[in-house]
């Protein structure tokens, strides 16, 4: 059971090396940056549910943590499709702070 943990830790850390090799190469792109940070933000609960995988009371906590991540890409979502709709593009490098 503890090597099962250990190789989800191993994931995750793998995980969490890919999202921020994804956030930091997708500078130009929106929704590049919000795919990354969900990357993140799954790979950050598979280190829990691994360290945490011997333990019995981990499941409240894995669920209010992936409800917190399912809010954060919805507004996400909504943010993108705010700047889509208002500037035409998704390019981080086209929006300014006064043309909203």
Do not use: P
């Not at 590049?32 to 933000?41: A, D, N, Q, R, S």
């Not at 360290?51 to 954060?72: A, M």
Request: proline share 0%.
């Amino acid at each position: 059971m503890k090597m099962w943990g250990c190789s989800l830790v191993g994931v995750g850390v793998i995980g969490l090396l890919c999202g921020g090799l994804c956030m930091s190469s997708q500078r130009k792109s929106l929704f590049g940056l919000l795919l990354g940070m969900e990357v993140l933000t799954l790979s950050v609960y598979i280190i829990i549910l691994g360290n945490y995988s011997f333990l019995g009371g981990i499941s409240n906590f894995g669920l209010v943590f992936l409800g917190f991540g399912v809010c954060e890409a919805a507004l996400g979502l909504s943010v993108l499709v705010f700047i889509v709709r208002m500037s035409g593009s998704d390019y981080v490098l086209s929006l300014s702070l006064g043309h909203f």
